[in-house]
């Protein structure tokens, strides 16, 4: 019997399960070429004729166009303000991703310098025993283990920089990856190819050379053998302190005994070839011990290296790409949150990280109308520390839509509110002039509106270089680091979060050397940010520099500035009694002073009046991002967009779609004839299975209701118990034979998906495979 | 009732003479079953009555239960060991009055049928005495008065039997056993029966309770579900099947469009993300093919495209790769495994000299079977920068098979694509729950994967033979469609002797039973011609036998 099945469409095939799509003009080449080949030309003409169908369909929309940018807010978006958000996103990319990539190198740096160090002073010391009167009777390959951390992501990034790095020193590097070494003369045949490979290749050879390894274009019918290589080695003579050195990238994925061979062998000839082994370790040493034997064990010569620097590699980004905001987007709480929890929870993977970071970017010029106006801040490139922001002009007109999008920002009509309440009548006109003219919102509002955001954020930036250099004086169990200063930074108020309390407890208890010296180190902070725009903070009040400047003279003369301030002797002071302990609150705050006699009672109340100015120093730098206009545009909010593309859930996503429909098929037949209103009654309808659900879905649910094994006829008149009351709102009542067909397509799909799977048990059963909703 | 016994089939009693073999030979290696030979052997007279003997001395040794000297001389004589002597001692102590009543019955004659099978089921499982018991209470079950029904149950239990011998292990006391009694046939005897047996012993030390718990939790709970089968349904060909669903009208019509609008505006941002160096891997229920072919012909305007079907059953992916490099890249002529090939193709297309500038692979299922094993090797193309990779994914444990490090060189982005689609072409290579007669490519693997070497290469034969003449079918009919109505057959004896010249087979029996094992399999399906020559035929096309021959090697 020949299976009579028709093809659904050209891609569809009984017999063919590769189809090649070529752009037209590459393909008629193609057709000239190949005429040879029958079944392919007569395959290739049906290929050809549905591209012409796929033509007339893309006819409309050309998906290409521009990138894939397409106009946004309903198609009214101006093509000239499209192509702007297309050239943001590249200058905004291109020189963070080469930002990104130098942080990890140089945090990698240091130690793959560490490394290069040990394999240049390998064998050396073996020499120096030969040339003594007890040479070891055993050779030892000198062996540098790794621990390069769990994020297994991200380590082709940090072998193929000690690679580079051991290029650049001269020596010969063979990079093993488990892939390609299942077997021993496997790893024989990757490893010689390298080192051919990279014969006279200079420091920047290593990913041909690695692109050849695998590749078998090696020589054929030369056994691979490790007296290649010494005959090799000893031609060509390389300079004496050149190594040949072995990086199994990933040791545990090796197997075992292949690793073990490898050791014994190379044992042998590495008194003549000076091969040095380097383990890349995921996990602990302990694998090492698992995996080879004692005996190839103690043929190494082993130290080890530690080169987890993930967690010092983002604080760094995090420093140059949100806090110090290299560019004007930054993250909301919640996606940064979102960003942070990925890193921290599931793997310490930059490279995840990193990817995240660049689909949010993706996303904000793609999807965000107003991103337009990043064009109109730049950053003045004028050295690393500088942190001035300039504003330009947007150097397109906005639309109407845009400039109505700006008007609806919550942010922007409380910044207008603010107006009105500081400033009267002038900010009324103000206000409604903003509301009604649209030049003028964009030619001096929007400015101004930026402006604002540009000095907020410089100042958020300095107050976390004070928090961290407070953080220096506390002891090291309660200092936090960057990535999470950062977050409370931005979600949590300065009164409020805890963190923050135990830093001004912190400061609390200062005495004065302490503050004389923290006080210097906060003006070196201020002064080091260069020319500051400190237009935010001054709005609310206060006024960094004088603060700091007050506070040092008190510290420095306290009874003086106190008297010259016109505090008198206890007099001015209503509430400073002469004890040290003055009342509960100083028992709380600062039972330290129970022990503490060497501060004078003026030199207390200045250092109360110091902490209360760096207090509110803080509470004006850290103030909530909430406040600045137009932070719902800068401030990247789209963090659920973020969580289903990266953490995708597909098991989830599909027993939605079988259980509870209504989430992707809106439908009004399905949701039983309850009112909506009535959650009780939602829920039984939830639970209802309805004649006019999706096949599929009405298996599912019927499924649900089973047990371990389920009995396929069963399950059948279940089902057909259901179709049947299709005749309520079809035209006719389903027959047998097409409840029997639907059935079997029903449950066909279900163990297509996984849900059930055939057993031999019993006959006519199926296992159910999952539990829960 | 003895002649009912007696008049069953030579077979039947061939086999419990054969069961009496065997509790011998287990007498000889397994302590503590020893009592063994107190059998059913009454079948033949003469060993019946032997063994009749022997229950009387038995029970004479109950009687005189103070007399220990006697019991261990009647069981000395049965080459019993110390161990099951006081096991026997015990149970019998315990269930001596019924025990007496057993013995005194199985003398008088007549209804040594039932009462002996009853001791006979108690040889297989107890130890010792506790067949006497066993015995005792086998009689009270067995007045039912229809022996043939009894020897049905006996035959059933037997088999129960034979399972607890190979459990059990010699290491089993008798009186655990008597333990594990309790267990075994709590389901079906009345509590009194059970208490009265066991007494403390089932919660003793030696059966513990937990262990009966989890036995009914697994033995009776577990199997609740009814005894109907699919055959009470009339028979449905795959065929009818596609007929049938093709006229069905889909559900939900209106809002599926609306979601599939939706949808197809993201196409634009899909661009922009593979341009942006993403691979795009696609989830959610409903059949996505249509959706990404859909996609990919538009991706195919500018940049080569592969479209791979992982859903297929006997997918090559190293012939793919091959094909992607000769028509894709134009290298001919490659060599090598699938990692080999991948990265052969990974190291061109990041290569400054390259001519086909980037290229689009859409895979259909990427945890399609036989796809599963190459994720390293898909790894290793999705991590080009101008390869880019759309995959679908339909299982819903789909993304175990990639591990973190792969997950890195994938670069996924996920999108939910739920179309509510029905998996026509995904699902039409399964034959499950339809009646056929025709096997599944997947399913001629299947069986070739557990035969001899031999074996495969009388299938090859075939095979290779039924290729050669469906090329030289469409060669010489060409339009015709001739290869899809009629298969090409081999005549029998050209086969037989193929075979026998390349000493795959010796005879023609060998060559019988291995034909017979394919015809059993439906690999292989054969005809008589009007004149009488056999014809066989293996019933599927030429191009699905090519890739099964290159997936065997």
């Known amino acids: 019997m020949v299976d009579t099945y028709k093809p659904m469409d050209v891609f569809d095939s009984m017999t063919e399960c590769t189809f090649i799509l070529k752009p037209p003009s590459q393909q008629s080449q193609k057709q000239m070429q190949q005429p040879q080949k029958k079944s392919r030309a007569k395959g290739a003409a049906g290929r050809r004729s549905s591209l012409a169908v796929g033509r007339e369909d893309s006819a409309d929309r050309d998906i290409s166009a521009n990138g894939g940018f397409v106009p946004l807010l309903q198609g009214k978006e101006p093509i000239e303000s499209m192509e702007l958000r297309r050239q943001l996103f590249a200058d905004m990319w291109t020189p963070l991703e080469r930002l990104l990539s130098d942080t990890e190198k140089k945090v990698n740096n240091e130690g793959v310098t560490e490394v290069c160090n040990f394999v240049a002073a390998s064998y050396t010391r073996v020499e120096t025993a030969e040339k003594g009167q007890l040479a070891s009777p055993f050779a030892e390959i000198a062996t540098a283990v790794v621990f390069s951390g769990v994020n297994t992501g991200d380590h082709s990034n940090l072998f193929q920089s000690l690679q580079d790095q051991l290029y650049k020193n001269d020596h010969y590097v063979v990079l093993l990856e488990s892939q390609y070494c299942t077997s021993l003369p496997n790893m024989l045949k990757s490893m010689l190819d390298q080192v051919a490979a990279g014969l006279g290749v200079g420091a920047s050879g290593g990913s041909k050379g690695r692109a050849g390894g695998g590749s078998g274009t090696g020589f054929k019918g030369i056994p691979y053998d490790m007296s290649l290589l010494q005959v090799w080695w000893d031609e060509a003579s390389p300079r004496k302190d050149s190594r040949i050195v072995v990086i199994l990238q990933d040791f545990e994925g090796f197997g075992p005994l292949v690793v073990d061979d490898f050791i014994r062998i190379a044992t042998n000839y590495c008194k003549d070839v000076p091969i040095v082994v380097v383990f890349g370790l995921a996990t602990s040493y302990e694998c090492v011990h698992q995996s080879l034997t004692k005996a190839s064990i103690s043929m190494l010569n082993v130290e080890r290296f530690n080169l987890q620097r993930s967690k010092q590699c983002i604080d760094t980004v995090i420093r140059s790409v949100f806090v110090e905001s290299a560019s004007m987007l930054s993250f909301g709480a919640e996606a940064y949150k979102s960003l942070l929890d990925q890193f921290l929870l599931y793997s310490f993977s930059i490279t995840g990280f990193v990817k995240k970071l660049k689909f949010a970017i993706m996303d904000f010029f793609y999807a965000q109308p107003l991103s337009v106006l990043s064009a109109m801040i730049s950053r003045l490139d004028q050295g690393g520390s500088d942190t001035a922001f300039s504003i330009g002009e947007c150097p397109i007109r906005l639309c109407q839509e845009q400039i109505e999008l700006i008007r609806m920002q919550r942010s922007v009509q409380r910044f207008f509110d603010k107006k009105v309440e500081t400033d009267g009548d002038d900010g009324r006109k103000y206000a409604v002039k903003a509301l009604v003219d649209d030049d003028f919102l964009q030619d001096s509002v929007l400015p101004e509106m930026l402006r604002h955001l540009a000095s907020y954020r410089q100042s958020y930036s300095l107050g976390i270089s004070m928090v961290q250099a407070i953080q220096d004086t506390m002891p090291e169990s309660q200092r936090k680091p960057l990535r999470t200063l950062h977050y409370y930074g931005i979600s949590q108020l300065f009164d409020e979060g805890s963190h923050w309390k135990t830093l001004s407890a912190a400061i609390r208890r200062m005495k004065v050397p302490e503050m004389v010296l923290l006080l210097k180190s906060l003006d070196s902070i201020v002064s080091a940010a260069g020319s500051l725009d400190l237009l935010y903070v001054e709005s609310s009040g206060t006024d960094i520099v004088s603060l700091l400047q007050q506070a040092r003279e008190l510290v420095a003369d306290p009874d003086q500035t106190l008297k010259d301030e016109g505090y008198g002797e206890g007099k001015t002071f209503p509430d400073a009694p002469s004890k040290r302990i003055r009342t509960r609150t100083d028992m709380d705050n600062r039972p330290f002073l129970l022990f503490d006699n060497s501060s004078t009672d003026q030199e207390l109340r200045a250092l109360d009046i110091i902490c209360g100015y760096i207090e509110s120093i803080l509470r004006a730098c850290l103030s909530p991002y909430q406040n600045v206009p137009l932070y719902e545009v800068f401030y990247y909010r789209h963090s659920f967009l973020l969580d289903t593309t990266f953490s995708a859930q597909p098991r989830a996503a599909v027993q939605t779609a079988l259980g509870k429909s209504q989430y992707y098929v809106d439908c009004d037949c399905c949701n039983g004839s309850s009112a909506p209103g009535d959650s009780d009654q939602d829920d039984e309808a939830d639970e209802r299975i309805m004649p006019s659900m999706n096949d599929t879905s009405i298996a599912y649910r019927l499924h649900q209701e089973c047990r371990r094994m389920i009995n396929l006829y069963d399950w059948y008149s279940a089902f057909a118990s259901v179709v049947e009351q299709e005749s309520a709102f079809m035209p006719k009542a389903p027959s047998q034979s097409e409840i029997q067909a639907r059935f079997v397509r029903a449950s066909e799909e279900m163990r297509f998906l996984g849900f059930i799977k055939s057993t031999q048990r019993k006959t006519d059963h199926v296992v159910r495979l999952t539990w829960g909703h | ?553």
Not at chain 2, 96 to 109: D, E, L, N, Q, V
Not at chain 2, 429 to 438: A, H, I, L
Request: net charge negative; proline share 3%; charged share 25%.
């Open chain 2, 1 to 553: 009732m003895s002649g009912d016994g007696e008049n069953h089939t030579p077979r039947r009693a061939l086999y419990t003479s054969n069961r009496v073999d065997m509790g011998l030979t287990l007498t000889a290696t397994k302590r503590g079953r020893k009592t063994l030979l107190i059998d059913n052997s009454h079948n033949t007279p003469t060993r019946a009555g032997a063994d009749i003997a022997e229950i009387l001395k038995l029970s004479a040794a109950v009687d005189a239960e103070d007399k220990e000297n006697s019991s261990e001389e009647a069981v000395g004589r049965l080459n019993l060991a110390g161990q099951s002597v006081y096991g026997f001692q015990k149970s019998v102590t315990r269930g001596r009055g019924r025990g007496r009543k057993a013995s005194g019955s199985s003398t008088r004659g007549g209804v040594a049928n039932k009462v002996a099978r009853g001791r006979g089921r108690g040889r297989g499982r107890r130890g010792g005495g506790s067949s006497a018991a066993a015995g005792s209470r086998r009689k009270t079950m067995s007045s039912v008065p229809d022996g043939s029904r009894g020897d049905e149950y006996e035959e059933d239990e037997d088999e129960d039997e034979d399972e607890d011998e190979e459990d059990g292990g010699d290491n089993r006391a008798a009186d655990s056993d008597a333990a594990n009694d309790s267990q075994d046939d709590g389901e079906n005897e009345s509590l009194a029966d059970g208490m009265l047996d066991l007494g403390e012993d089932a919660y003793g030390n030696n059966g513990p309770a937990y262990e009966r718990y989890f036995q009914d939790l697994h033995t009776t709970r577990g199997s609740k579900t009814s005894d109907n089968t699919l055959s009470k349904l009339p028979p449905l060909s795959q065929a009818e099947c596609r007929s049938i669903l093709a006229k069905v009208p889909t559900k939900h019509k209106n809002e599926l469009e609306l979601l599939e609008s939706l949808h197809r505006k993201q196409f634009s941002q899909w661009f922009f993300e593979l341009a942006c160096g993403f691979n795009l891997v696609f989830y959610g229920y409903g059949s996505k093919r249509r959706m990404i072919n859909s996609l990919a012909t538009r991706l195919s305007a500018k940049s080569p495209t592969v479209i791979v079907n992982g859903y297929f059953p006997t997918l090559n992916f190293k012939q793919t790769l091959e094909r992607i490099l000769s028509e894709v890249v134009g290298f001919g002529d490659t060599t090598g495994s699938v990692a080999d090939l991948a990265s052969l193709i990974h190291g061109y297309f990041e290569s400054d000299t390259r001519e086909v500038d980037n290229m689009y692979i859409v895979i259909h299922n990427i945890d399609g079977p036989c796809l599963r094993k190459h994720q390293a090797a898909l790894a290793v193309l999705a991590s080009s920068k101008n390869i880019s990779l759309l995959a679908s994914i339909d299982h819903i444990e789909a993304p175990l098979i990639w591990d973190s490090s792969m997950i890195t060189r994938f670069n996924w982005a996920w999108h939910d694509l739920t179309t509510f689609d029905p998996y026509t072409v995904e699902t039409s290579y399964e034959n499950y729950g339809t009646e056929s007669t025709e096997i599944g490519p997947r399913g001629v693997l299947h069986v070739l994967a557990s035969l001899t070497e031999n074996a495969k290469n009388v299938f090859r034969i075939l095979a290779e033979y039924q290729i050669a003449e469906s090329v030289m079918d469409d060669d010489a009919a060409g339009a015709q469609k001739k290869s899809g109505s009629k298969m090409p057959e081999m005549p029998y004896n050209g086969y037989f002797a193929a075979c026998r010249d390349q000493f795959l087979v010796s005879s023609e029996l060998t060559f019988r039973s291995q034909l017979t094992e394919f015809r059993d399999h439906k690999v292989i399906q054969s005809r008589h011609a009007t004149d009488g020559t056999e014809f066989v035929h293996i019933p599927l096309d030429a191009a699905t036998l090519g890739t099964i021959l290159e997936s065997m090697d």
